[in-house]
Structures are given as structure tokens and as C-alpha cells.
């Protein structure tokens, strides 16, 4: 299975903050890479889907980025709606896996 | 608007069963692959089944694999997970969540429901 491996685990980062979430696949999974936000008490969100795909409603300051192997989300410029945890996800298989997570949290 | 909805989950003895169900709506149901994904208390997320559009292929992490069976029922719009021989391990909230693939593919995930409770304790 592809194992996913995601860094930093903890973010701590102020308004305004450029911020990058690094993702690194065990083995090669093209562009089949997803990005989730997920909120305290809530269902995962949908951010970028095919390692660069913006999904529609989703701010421009989100961008991914990455193929093979590495794989880099950014926030650009962070705003207080985007204090919560990250995670990526590969689904070059059948078997979909997910990184640990990262959490974006204030400074 | 796409809406899924959890049901079934509660409290049951390690050892035990229980079958989750969900509830789709808004959308061609069978047309899209579907999931269920899994976050114990505290943990991150953890992918624990897919089945194809038709049903006619059905995957598993290593975790479940011959503990739980997914099915799916397109007259009804109903996806369902028969989770057996529950372990303490197994207690997390289960989301039920909708494919972008279809045609026996297989893509992420873009619209999750709001999840149900499984907690496994004698």
C-alpha cells in the first residue's frame, strides 16, 4: 500500500502568514493527490483535487502543487477561517490513504 | 445540493455487529463510487472501504478487510457498511462520502457526510 507521510504535523502561524503543508508519497502516485480541511466537530472539506485543482467555492489563496511523490499545499495569505487541520490523500489505488495531518493553529 | 446522511452507529460489546447505512441524495447515486472513512477520537482520517458505481467491485483496508462488508443499493440510494467482530480499535466517527469517479473509476472524495458514532466497549 502507499503510505503517505505529511510535515509538519503542527503549524503555528499568524494572520496574513504564508504557509506550506508538505506531503510525500512512498511511491510514485502521479497526480492523484488530494486536499481536505477538516474543522473541530466537522466532515472534511474538498480544497484541491489532482495535486493542482482548485474545487469550485474554494478561496484562490489555496494552491497545491507536486507530482510523483512530493507534494506541497500553500495557503497564501492565511485568514482566520483557516485555522483547522489539513490532510492529503492519494487515490492512485484502490486503496486510498491519508496523511497524518497537519494542524494550522494561531500564534 | 448533495446531501449524505449517516445512520446506525452506537454503542456495541466487542465481538459484536453493527451495520451503518447512508442516505444520498440530490444526485445520480448510481453513477458515483462511494466510500467509507473513519476518524477515531482525537486521530486523523483513515480510509475504510470503497465500492465501484455498480457495486461490482468492492475494496478494503487491511484494517477491516474480512471483519466488514460494504454494499450498495441504487434503487434505494443507499450505501451500506456490515461491520462485524467489532474491536475496541474500531470506535471513531464513520463518514460516508461521495466518489468524483464513476465507470469503475475511482477518484477523491467531493462531498462527505456529517458522520455517525461507532464506539466499541464492553
Known amino acids: 500500500d502507499v503510505q503517505m507521510t505529511q510535515s509538519p504535523s503542527t503549524v503555528s502561524a499568524s494572520v496574513g502568514d504564508r504557509v506550506t503543508i508538505t506531503c510525500r508519497a512512498s511511491?510514485?502516485?502521479?497526480?492523484?493527490l488530494a486536499w481536505y480541511q477538516q474543522k473541530p466537530g466537522k466532515a472534511p472539506k474538498l480544497l484541491i483535487y489532482?495535486?493542482?485543482t482548485l474545487e469550485s467555492g474554494v478561496p484562490s489563496r489555496f494552491s497545491g502543487s507536486g507530482s510523483g511523490t512530493g507534494f506541497t499545499l500553500t495557503i497564501s495569505s492565511l485568514q482566520p477561517d483557516d485555522f483547522a487541520t489539513y490532510y492529503c490523500q492519494q487515490y492512485s489505488s484502490y486503496s486510498k490513504t491519508f496523511g497524518q495531518g497537519t494542524k494550522v493553529e494561531i500564534k | 445540493e448533495v446531501q449524505l446522511v449517516e445512520s446506525g452507529g452506537g454503542l456495541v460489546q466487542p465481538g459484536g455487529s453493527l451495520r451503518l447505512s447512508c442516505a444520498a441524495s440530490?444526485?445520480?447515486?448510481?453513477?458515483?463510487?462511494m466510500s467509507w472513512v473513519r476518524q477515531a477520537p482525537g486521530k486523523g482520517l483513515e480510509w475504510v472501504s470503497g465500492?465501484?458505481?455498480?457495486?461490482?467491485?468492492?475494496y478494503y483496508a487491511d484494517s477491516v478487510k474480512g471483519r466488514f462488508s460494504i454494499s450498495r443499493d441504487n434503487s434505494k440510494n443507499t450505501l451500506s457498511l456490515q461491520m462485524n467482530n467489532l474491536r475496541a480499535e474500531d470506535t471513531a466517527v464513520y463518514y460516508c462520502?461521495?466518489?468524483?469517479?464513476?465507470?469503475?473509476?475511482?477518484?477523491?472524495?467531493?462531498?462527505w457526510g456529517q458522520g455517525t458514532l461507532v464506539t466499541v466497549s464492553s
Open positions: 511511491q510514485n502516485i502521479n497526480s492523484w
Open positions: 465500492i465501484s458505481d455498480s457495486g461490482s467491485g468492492t
Open positions: 440530490a444526485f445520480t447515486f448510481s453513477n458515483y463510487a
Open positions: 489532482k495535486a493542482s
Open positions: 462520502a461521495k466518489d468524483y469517479g464513476s465507470g469503475g473509476y475511482f477518484y477523491h472524495l467531493d462531498y
